[in-house]
């Protein structure tokens, strides 16, 4: 299974950073939405 997992990351690291970089970017919209009506 870990050995699956190592060979999976290695095949698509490229696809996996940019899964990571829009997961980071909808959180950070998702926070910031959610937590404007408080400051206005």
Request: hydrophobic share 60%; no cysteine.
């Amino acid at each position: 299974m870990l050995s699956d997992l190592k060979t999976l990351m290695t095949r698509s690291s490229a696809l996996f950073m940019q899964d990571l970089v829009g997961v980071t970017a909808l959180m950070v919209m998702l926070f910031v939405g959610l937590h404007l009506p408080g400051f206005l």
